[in-house]
């Protein structure tokens, strides 16, 4: 048995959805969707230095490379079916592997989303997920779907991830303020982030349209407001006052809580609209599913975005999206 | 618009088959194949050095990495459908990306398979396709279904791209012996394979098992015989016989000859089984998919494999797969 076996061996994964007809060891899986279900599909590629740091444990990672595809499937409203895995390593190393398929498998386990094939290469370290659900033909919850005076809301909180990136990153004026106690917390959401899946599904019939929070809250609100044609006026206080593992973001709003919240990324949170009938609807959806909701905003007619603090005040809007080449 | 954008722009795709519902720019793409048919999908990753040399031209590189995704496709009996592109790449070069585009996105119309998704970001040059393809319930060609007494089948012939490797490494005794002509067409053959999409759809209902040749013929003809609990008898110099392109390979049987064809691998033909009674019919898909195959041996029930020469004689069976760790 050759090096390359001993890898896949490392990935057998014994779910058999109803969806999946034919999985690993073909050339190619086959997948059948229910009747009447789309096939939602999404591929994101994570390299390290850019994703993910090199202090990372192999078991995060593997959960971590799932989740964040995962969560793509969450904001359309999709229920995971499978998963295709391509993976470069600069060398087999059996531990690292057992520690990535045990952290990746698990999640996988937890969503019921089969393992269906893939491919492995020596390389630099590159691990590329392509995910696949199922989402009834009408009920997607498309990001150019939104209505003028729709409420805006997010899932869970931001600025978490961003938070233990820049400890991390040894950012001046950051370390210090954080007791260990929230850098583990925030760390935990950097490493481990939470597919808001029960969220997504809930929200069928009931959203207009939706994104996950995964290049900041600002840019991805953004491709929802631009494929809708919308403006947006937000309260960010919203989000300062429902951060509940980081008391660092709340109590230094001009700087630090504002910056991560509304431009952080790494959330992998829901952003969506709703209208205004469907307040109480949203909260059981929101309990339904276990996942903290809040209301930030509405959209309007007019292009652009207007932040408005509690007191009334307008902030700039200096804060661009993360770009992976910026 | 960010260079992020700009490089998005080389990939946007005006071809929307009737299976795709929603395209690029959500969180997910969605698609719908036709009513009883199945999703075929398959994921391969290509990195610099391993599976492409740095001489190769993007816009070759563009046609390759979408070609040998096709192929497993191909060896399924699957009709392309879409695909998604994941590229990892050292900075934002414009003119290769609009080369490397060019050919990804030619390929891809000529077989109407659409871009509906991907992801870019920064970091050593690595591309990851998955492809989708539909392919009716019950006609798929999988690995596991070889018969005993069946006979063997290639499509086009094998070892060309092993022998332009070979030149580019320098082998003594390789680049000697190639005229510039044959060198051109085996190089095109290694930078530019056919997948053979026609051969695959008119094998449905015909073939009992087919595999893509990908890492040698020996190799995955084996996963064929594996998958099918069978042994095999090959008659190789039929494969000699049959090289258009490099007469160097028919005229050293004893060393490059063999080994080129039986393990060179990166030839993205096909190889299948199919029953005696179907010999007239293979040879007429073969002509209506204008795509050459020979019959190269048989399957039988004693597990092992054994190659006889024209004159009746066994060769050593010394020749091992290509192993991307090896």
């Given at each position: 048995m050759g090096e390359f076996d001993l890898i896949r061996r490392h990935f057998q994964h014994a779910l058999h959805p109803p969806g999946v007809a034919l999985h690993n060891g073909d050339d190619c899986a086959l997948l059948a969707p229910a009747p009447g279900m789309r096939l939602a599909v999404s591929t994101d590629m994570l390299v390290e230095g850019r994703h993910?740091?090199?202090?990372?444990?192999?078991?995060?990672?593997?959960?971590?490379?799932?989740?964040?595809?995962?969560?793509?499937?969450?904001?359309?409203?999709?229920?995971?079916?499978?998963?295709?895995?391509?993976?470069?390593?600069?060398?087999?190393?059996?531990?690292?592997?057992?520690?990535?398929?045990?952290?990746?498998?698990?999640?996988?386990?937890?969503?019921?989303?089969?393992?269906?094939?893939?491919?492995?290469?020596?390389?630099?370290?590159?691990?590329?997920?392509?995910?696949f659900g199922q989402v009834p033909e009408h009920q997607a919850l498309r990001r150019s779907a939104a209505q003028v005076g729709d409420d805006i809301y997010v899932s869970g909180c931001l600025g978490d991830a961003r938070l233990a990136l820049e400890v991390f990153r040894g950012t001046p004026g950051v370390c210090g303020l954080v007791s260990a106690e929230a850098f583990a917390a925030a760390r935990l959401r950097m490493e481990r982030p939470t597919p808001r899946l029960a969220l997504g599904m809930a929200l069928r019939g009931l959203a207009h349209a939706a994104a996950d929070v995964s290049d900041g809250l600002l840019g991805d609100l953004g491709h929802i407001l631009t494929a809708s044609g919308l403006g947006a006026v937000l309260h960010p206080d919203e989000l300062l006052n429902n951060i509940a593992t980081n008391p660092i973001l709340s109590s230094d709003r001009g700087h630090f809580g504002y910056e991560y919240c509304l431009t952080g990324g790494d959330d992998y949170e829901l952003v969506f609209t709703a209208p205004p009938s469907a307040r109480a609807a949203v909260q059981q959806a929101a309990s339904a599913s276990h996942t903290p909701v809040i209301r930030i905003g509405h959209t309007v007619a007019q292009l652009g975005l207007t932040l408005l603090t509690a007191s009334g005040q307008v902030l700039p809007q200096r804060w661009a999206s993360f770009d992976h080449f910026a």
């Amino acid at each position: 048995m050759g090096e390359f076996d001993l890898i896949r061996r490392h990935f057998q994964h014994a779910l058999h959805p109803p969806g999946v007809a034919l999985h690993n060891g073909d050339d190619c899986a086959l997948l059948a969707p229910a009747p009447g279900m789309r096939l939602a599909v999404s591929t994101d590629m994570l390299v390290e230095g850019r994703h993910f740091l090199s202090t990372v444990s192999p078991e995060a990672l593997g959960h971590k490379a799932l989740a964040v595809n995962l969560s793509d499937l969450a904001a359309m409203g999709a229920e995971p079916l499978a998963f295709t895995l391509a993976l470069s390593l600069p060398r087999a190393d059996d531990a690292w592997l057992a520690a990535f398929a045990k952290g990746l498998l698990a999640l996988a386990d937890t969503h019921g989303c089969a393992l269906v094939g893939g491919d492995t290469t020596a390389g630099p370290l590159n691990i590329c997920i392509t995910v696949f659900g199922q989402v009834p033909e009408h009920q997607a919850l498309r990001r150019s779907a939104a209505q003028v005076g729709d409420d805006i809301y997010v899932s869970g909180c931001l600025g978490d991830a961003r938070l233990a990136l820049e400890v991390f990153r040894g950012t001046p004026g950051v370390c210090g303020l954080v007791s260990a106690e929230a850098f583990a917390a925030a760390r935990l959401r950097m490493e481990r982030p939470t597919p808001r899946l029960a969220l997504g599904m809930a929200l069928r019939g009931l959203a207009h349209a939706a994104a996950d929070v995964s290049d900041g809250l600002l840019g991805d609100l953004g491709h929802i407001l631009t494929a809708s044609g919308l403006g947006a006026v937000l309260h960010p206080d919203e989000l300062l006052n429902n951060i509940a593992t980081n008391p660092i973001l709340s109590s230094d709003r001009g700087h630090f809580g504002y910056e991560y919240c509304l431009t952080g990324g790494d959330d992998y949170e829901l952003v969506f609209t709703a209208p205004p009938s469907a307040r109480a609807a949203v909260q059981q959806a929101a309990s339904a599913s276990h996942t903290p909701v809040i209301r930030i905003g509405h959209t309007v007619a007019q292009l652009g975005l207007t932040l408005l603090t509690a007191s009334g005040q307008v902030l700039p809007q200096r804060w661009a999206s993360f770009d992976h080449f910026a």
